[in-house]
């Protein structure tokens, strides 16, 4: 059981370049969800999914897309990167009830030139 | 929309108590929860409380609630220089798991 998995740990982008951070969990969660982590502004959801074939926008979704084939798969995609886009992105996922524990990835750090 | 404020920066002595506060604003979460940042490292839950109990106490760590004031603390006993990490407060969200994270605390334990 490796819990919730993600690929890259690293990655370095140029402005206008596009890539996929990849996000595995193997516990059947039917909940995931992306955040990303800039200092000083805490954890925000990007996008989020309560199962497979459904998703939603978080509190910062532009620039971002998801989708969930699978239920053990989550990737995130970043269409065009930015700049501003330069962050740590943490994937989570956990059962969909308010009691249900959210496990979180040990996050990819990404920056883009 | 709903907003988590923590103080930035704490810094005590090995052995000496710590205590984080939050405030929140969302009157109906129902779950708050802690989580544990460690360098380099993902987020690990520490403990949660629901919004219908004052106080919740799991080995070292005290979670009290109140409720009326929107308030939740995070003591820590007995604070050892491995507890240095930042502390994140967490409600829930529009009634699904989705968190709503304050800044942090960065917690530093000097020996």
């Known amino acids: 059981n490796a819990g919730v998995t993600q690929t890259p740990k690293f990655q370095v982008l140029k402005t206008g370049q596009s890539m996929t951070l990849q996000c595995a969990q193997d516990?059947?969660?039917?909940?995931m969800s992306w955040y990303r982590q800039d200092p000083g502004m805490g954890l925000r959801l990007i996008h989020y999914s309560v199962g497979a074939g459904i998703t939603d926008q978080g509190e910062v979704p532009n620039g971002y897309n998801v989708s969930r084939s699978t239920t053990e798969d989550f990737p995130l995609r970043l269409l065009s990167a930015a700049p501003s886009q330069t962050s740590v992105y943490f994937c989570?996922?956990?059962?969909?009830?308010?009691?249900?524990?959210?496990?979180f990835g040990p996050g990819t750090r990404l920056t883009v030139l | 929309g709903e907003d988590v404020e923590q103080s930035l920066f704490l810094s005590v002595r090995e052995g000496d108590s710590s205590v984080i506060n939050c405030t929140y604003t969302d009157s109906s979460s129902t779950y708050l929860y802690w989580y544990k940042q460690e360098p380099g490292a993902g987020l690990q839950l520490l403990t949660y409380i629901f919004s219908n109990m004052d106080m919740k106490q799991d080995q070292r760590l005290t979670v009290l609630l109140n409720k009326k004031d929107k308030h939740l603390s995070l003591r820590i006993a007995d604070t050892q220089t491995g507890d240095s990490a930042i502390y994140f407060c967490a409600e829930i969200y529009s009634g699904y798991s989705t968190l709503t994270f304050g800044k942090g605390t960065m917690l530093l334990v000097s020996p």
């Open positions: 989570a996922s956990g059962g969909p009830q308010s009691t249900d524990t959210q496990y």
């Open positions: 516990m059947n969660h039917e909940y």
